[in-house]
């Protein structure tokens, strides 16, 4: 076996477990992935079962010890990420009494338009818009009204992250992560809202909730002996406490202090911030206390669709460029990033809209939709290409406005997901927001940002700041063009102009539709 002291990261996704093994300096040793299941019982609503978590962490776990040889009694640490607003409800032994509800079920909007509409203070939180129906206290709410029997049976309710850190560890608890972050909660005034609680009819939650609310990375307890068996472990390993993987992944990419934006991407883009003041406006999420580190608050901002655009736009439309793609033995995006760079900024006259799936941030608008203006005969799939990266960008630049006039100036924007792999791309996102755009050289942020709590939990570092400096690097900086912009900066006023003024007609439309 391989003597070597590493720290061990558990990634809970959507689609399975991922756990990765790093060494002390965050370089990676192994990674292994197990898949489980996703449940959709009915529209709007996912699912999934605990159960069937631990088991795909158990082998994951298993197979990365395995694969890695690594000596059991050299992990130091390890801590865990998961989704957010992934409830679960039990009684004091922690057997689920239900299937967990997802953070993408949002079966409770209903309760989600009552609790914005009590006007309750803590609603600030939400930048003074419309209450997410994944978060907990919706969720909560819809229970108590629908599932009553279950909801009285259970004595203990809480997410995916506090049932896994009970696996692990025996200790029921709360990640001030999750809790800061969709249960209003805030330890500088007195934790748990208990006054919004009992105005939006959840008067009886707070006792159901976890008494010991814990920062990241603070040591919860030893891996038991039960979890140990299980993983392929040995007892007694520090265990941090975890959060919500979007968020533990800036820690992962050392993006977590003042000054510095986390831009994370995939199918949407999720940008988060630190601020040293409680301020709270309009479009802009936050601020969250103590949500990643100490004395700190958390915002952010969200395009629901980016890189989902760009996926139907290569599935949908792009079947010429397929079969050339063919011919050369590359990717249809190397064609398309290479012709779409040949062209000028606004890709020669087209603006579109990328509210294919509506507005996260600042808009908060679920009933607009995508556009393109100025279609021509003469505009090409990689015109189209062009105006579609350009209003991702622009939609990015709608949000970072929001933040700079809170006060958050970013220095830099620190990118993770697909993105990252466009070099087109990166340059859109650098010279739209004038801002350098740095690429870490560990993309597996959520991941590694567990491995960091471990290594914090376990005395390897004494903090998340001294940790996250050791076990991270960047790869490269993209830095931005002063000239391109200047000219950016016409179209990204004109973007802003077209929702302002299509937007009562779009809502028209998309009512219309939805009605039928």
């Excluded at 709007?44 to 962490?57: N, T």
């Excluded at 472990?233 to 990419?253: M, R, S």
């Excluded at 973007?495 to 809502?507: F, L, N, T, V």
Aim: glycine share 10%.
């Amino acid at each position: 076996m391989r003597k070597i002291d590493c720290v061990l990261g558990v990634d809970m996704g959507t689609g399975g477990a991922r756990v990765g093994i790093f060494d002390l300096k965050g370089n990676p040793i192994v990674f292994c992935e197990e898949p489980y299941p996703l449940y959709t019982p009915a529209s709007g609503r996912a699912e999934q079962k605990p159960s069937e978590w631990w088991d795909s962490i158990c082998k994951a776990s298993k197979r990365a010890m395995a694969e890695s040889d690594i000596d059991p009694a050299c992990i130091k640490g390890m801590s865990v990420d998961t989704t957010c607003c992934t409830v679960v409800l039990s009684g004091d032994d922690m057997e689920p009494l239900r299937d967990a509800i997802m953070w993408m079920d949002v079966r409770a909007s209903e309760q989600a338009k009552r609790i914005y509409e009590s006007g309750h203070d803590a609603l600030k939180y939400n930048g003074y818009g419309m209450v997410s129906a994944e978060c907990l206290p919706a969720k909560a709410l819809w229970l108590k009204e629908n599932e009553p029997e279950t909801y009285n049976k259970a004595t203990r309710f809480y997410e995916c992250t506090d049932w896994l850190m009970y696996k692990l560890t025996g200790e029921y608890t709360a990640s001030i992560n999750c809790a800061s972050v969709r249960w209003y909660y805030n330890n500088e005034e007195g934790g748990y809202p208990i006054d919004f609680y009992n105005t939006i009819g959840l008067d009886d939650l707070v006792e159901k909730l976890p008494e010991r609310v814990v920062p990241l990375g603070e040591l919860v307890g030893g891996l038991t002996e039960k979890a140990a068996e299980d993983m392929g472990l040995i007892p007694g390993i520090p265990v941090g406490e975890g959060g919500a993987d979007a968020f533990v992944g800036v820690i992962g990419l050392n993006a977590h202090q003042p000054g510095k934006l986390t831009l994370i991407t995939g199918s949407s883009h999720l940008h988060v911030a630190q601020f040293k003041d409680p301020i709270h406006r309009k479009g802009m999420w936050g601020a969250y206390p103590d949500a990643i580190v100490p004395g700190l608050r958390m915002v952010e901002g969200g395009q629901t669709s980016t890189g989902s655009i760009v996926n139907w736009f290569k599935n949908q439309l792009c079947g010429t460029v397929k079969m050339q793609a063919e011919k050369e033995g590359c990717s249809v995006y190397d064609i398309l990033n290479r012709e779409a760079a040949k062209l000028p900024i606004g890709a020669e006259g087209l603006v579109a809209l990328d509210f294919f799936q509506g507005n996260r941030t600042p808009h908060v608008d679920p009933d607009v939709r995508g556009m393109f203006y100025g279609l021509s005969l003469g505009h090409t799939p990689a015109h189209m290409y062009r105006a579609i990266i350009e209003s991702i960008c622009y939609g990015t630049e709608a949000i970072l406005e929001v933040f700079r006039e809170a006060g958050f100036v970013p220095k830099a924007m620190v990118v993770s997901g697909g993105a990252a792999k466009s070099d087109f791309w990166l340059q859109a996102h650098a010279d739209v927001s004038n801002c350098p755009v740095v690429v870490p050289k560990c993309s597996e942020g959520p991941v590694l940002g567990s491995a960091i709590l471990g290594a914090v939990a376990g005395g390897v570092y004494p903090d998340i700041d001294t940790a996250a400096e050791a076990m991270t690097d960047v790869e490269y900086t993209v830095e931005p063009n002063q000239e391109r912009h200047e000219e950016y900066m016409f179209y990204f006023e004109k973007y802003k102009e077209i929702y302002a003024i299509a937007k009562d007609w779009m809502h028209s439309v998309t009512n219309h539709v939805t009605q039928k």
